[in-house]
C-alpha cells in the first residue's frame, strides 16, 4: 500500500522554473555557498554497490500535490503490485518545506531514495558536484527509453554517467495570462483573444478594474515570492525581445539590457496604476493563486501547472470558468520565448537504500501511456507533448499548450557544448542581493534605486563567474567565458544541441 505524507496544500513549488534553468538556460544558475560548502554533518552515506535489496520500502519525496492521486493510482501501485515485497512511501511537501526537509535529510544521513530538486538553491550541476546524486547507469536500460535521444551532457549526464532522465517538457514558460473568465466577460473583452501588445494589456486591465468591485482586482502577483518575481521578469524581458539572462549571442548578462529595463518599468507602472492587487507583497504563489480562485484577481500570469493545482483544491473556480491568453508583448508581434532543453525532475539520492527500485520507477515514467496519463493531471506537459492531443485536459489547458508549442524555443545550453560549464556552475557562489529580491525591493518601496542595484548585481555575477573560471582551469578544466557565446545562434528559432 502506497503510504503518503502531505505537506501544505497547493501546486508545484515556485523553484519548478529555476532548476529548469540551472539544467539549460544559459547556464546561469548559481549554487548557494551554504548549499556547497555545508551539506552535511561529514560525507554522506556510501550508496549500496549493488543497487539496493529487491524487497523493502522505496522512499520518494516530491511537492507535486496535483499529481497525488496519479502517482499513487497509476505509478506506485502497479509498481508494488509487480514486485511483490516492495512499497512505496511519498511524501510531498511545497517548496520551501522540501528544500529544508532534504538539507536535514543530508546532514543526518536520512535522504529518501528518490527526490526532486523543490526548495534547493543551486544548479543541477552544482547539486551532483556536491555528491547529492548516483549515477543510474547500473539499473536501468535508458538506450530503449523513448526519451533516449533526449539525454544530454552536462543536462542529464555528468563525467559519462547518467543521472537523470526528463519526465516533462521545457517548452513552457510561467508567465501565462490565466484568466477568470467571468470577470473578463463581465468586463466585456474576449477570453480567446486576448491582447496583443503591453499598451493593450494595460488598457484590458483598466477595462477589468473598471468593470469590478472594490475588493476585485485585475492582476495579481506573488511578490512575496523571489524565485517567482526572477520568472516572471525574465519572461516579461523575453516579451520585450530579450533572450534570457545571459546572451547567448554574446555570452553577456543582460540584466541591465532594454528588455530588462522596459518589463521592470512594466511591473511597476502596472503597480502605480492601482492595477495589481493591495495584498500581493505578503502572497506566494499559492496564496496568490487562493486569491485567484476566491475571484479577488482577473488575471494572474502563471505556470502551466496552474489548473491542475486547481483541479486539486479550487475545483469551483473552474467551473466558474478558466481562460488563458497569450502572452503579449512589448510592441504587439508575436512572442518569442527560450528555455532550455529538458532538465531532469527526479534523482537518485546519494544515500540511497534502493536505488535500483527507484530509478525503475523513475524510468517508468517516460513509457507512453504514463506520460499520457500525466498530461490528465494538467501540471507541467509531459516531455512527450504529443500525448496532450489525445489526453482528458481541460481545453484552456489544451489552448495553452498550442500556444507554447509557438512561441517557446530551445536556447542554447553551454555546458552541453563543453561539459567544463558544469564545473563553473558548481563553482559560483550565490550573489545577494538576487534578482528577486530586487524586483520584489522595487515593488515594495518607491525610492529603491532598482536600476543601479541591477547594474550592480550584473556587474557582481560577471566577475564572480570569471573567478568560478579562474577557479576551474587551476584544476584543469578548459573553459572561458567563450562557451556561453553562440555566434551563429538565431533568436526565434530551436537550437540544435
Known amino acids: 500500500m502506497t503510504q503518503h505524507t502531505i505537506g501544505r496544500a497547493g501546486g508545484p513549488a515556485f523553484s519548478r522554473r529555476t532548476l529548469v534553468a540551472g539544467a539549460g538556460l544559459a547556464g546561469t544558475a548559481v549554487a548557494s555557498p551554504w548549499l556547497v560548502g555545508c551539506t552535511g554533518g561529514g560525507e554522506p552515506a556510501a550508496p549500496a554497490t549493488d543497487g539496493g535489496a529487491d524487497t523493502g520500502t522505496v522512499t520518494w519525496w516530491d511537492q507535486f500535490r496535483p499529481l497525488t492521486q496519479l502517482f499513487e493510482e497509476q505509478l506506485f501501485t502497479p509498481f508494488e503490485e509487480s514486485h511483490p515485497g516492495v512499497t512505496v512511501e511519498r511524501r510531498e511537501m511545497d517548496g520551501p518545506a522540501m528544500g529544508q526537509a532534504l538539507q536535514l535529510g543530508r546532514r543526518s544521513n536520512q535522504l529518501p531514495d528518490v527526490h526532486s530538486l523543490a526548495g534547493l538553491d543551486g544548479s543541477p550541476a552544482s547539486l551532483q558536484a556536491a555528491g547529492w546524486f548516483q549515477p543510474l547507469d547500473d539499473f536501468v536500460d535508458v538506450d530503449a527509453s523513448p526519451v533516449a535521444d533526449l539525454l544530454l551532457d552536462g543536462v542529464h549526464r555528468f563525467d559519462g554517467e547518467l543521472y537523470t532522465v526528463p519526465v516533462f517538457s521545457s517548452r513552457w514558460h510561467d508567465a501565462i495570462p490565466w484568466l477568470n473568465t467571468e470577470l473578463v466577460e463581465q468586463a466585456g473583452l474576449d477570453p480567446e483573444d486576448g491582447p496583443a501588445s503591453w499598451d493593450e494589456f494595460r488598457a ?96 494572474y ?39 532550455g532543453p529538458p532538465g531532469g525532475t527526479f534523482w537518485v539520492s546519494s544515500q540511497a537504500v534502493h536505488a535500483r527500485l527507484g530509478a525503475q520507477i523513475m524510468m517508468s515514467m517516460v513509457e507512453p501511456e504514463f506520460q499520457r496519463m500525466l498530461a490528465g493531471a494538467m501540471d507541467q506537459p509531459p516531455v512527450l507533448t504529443e500525448v496532450v492531443a489525445e489526453a482528458d485536459v481541460h481545453p484552456a489547458y489544451r489552448r495553452n499548450v498550442e500556444l507554447m508549442a509557438e512561441s517557446v524555443h530551445m536556447a542554447p545550453v553551454p555546458q552541453v557544448r563543453n561539459p567544463d560549464v558544469s564545473r563553473v556552475l558548481a563553482e559560483m557562489r550565490q550573489i545577494d542581493p538576487g534578482i528577486g529580491q530586487i524586483v520584489q525591493a522595487a515593488l515594495t518601496d518607491s525610492s529603491s534605486d532598482w536600476r543601479s542595484a541591477l547594474q550592480t548585481y550584473q556587474d557582481a555575477i560577471t566577475a564572480e563567474r570569471d573567478r568560478a573560471i579562474e577557479a576551474v582551469t587551476a584544476d584543469g578544466a578548459t573553459v572561458s567565458v567563450d562557451d556561453w557565446r553562440f555566434e551563429g545562434w538565431q533568436p526565434g528559432q530551436d537550437h540544435q544541441q
Open 301 to 339: 500570469l502563471w505556470g502551466p501547472w496552474f489548473i491542475g493545482g486547481l483541479t486539486v483544491q479550487d475545483t469551483a473556480a473552474i467551473e466558474r470558468g478558466v481562460g488563458v491568453w497569450q502572452l503579449p508583448t512589448s510592441d504587439g508581434t508575436p512572442p518569442h520565448l527560450y528555455s
Open 204 to 299: 484590458a486591465l483598466r477595462t477589468l478594474d473598471q468593470s469590478s468591485g472594490d475588493d476585485v482586482h485585475p492582476l495579481v502577483v506573488a511578490a512575496k515570492a523571489p524565485p517567482y518575481l526572477v520568472a516572471l521578469l525574465d519572461r516579461l524581458a523575453m516579451s520585450a525581445g530579450g533572450v534570457g539572462p545571459v546572451d547567448p549571442r554574446t555570452g553577456e548578462y543582460a540584466y541591465t539590457t532594454d528588455p530588462y529595463l522596459e518589463a521592470m518599468e512594466l511591473l511597476l507602472s502596472l503597480q502605480q496604476d492601482g492595477l495589481v492587487h493591495p495584498s500581493s507583497a505578503s502572497m506566494d504563489t499559492r496564496d496568490a493563486r487562493a486569491r485567484w480562485a476566491a475571484g479577488e484577481a482577473a488575471v
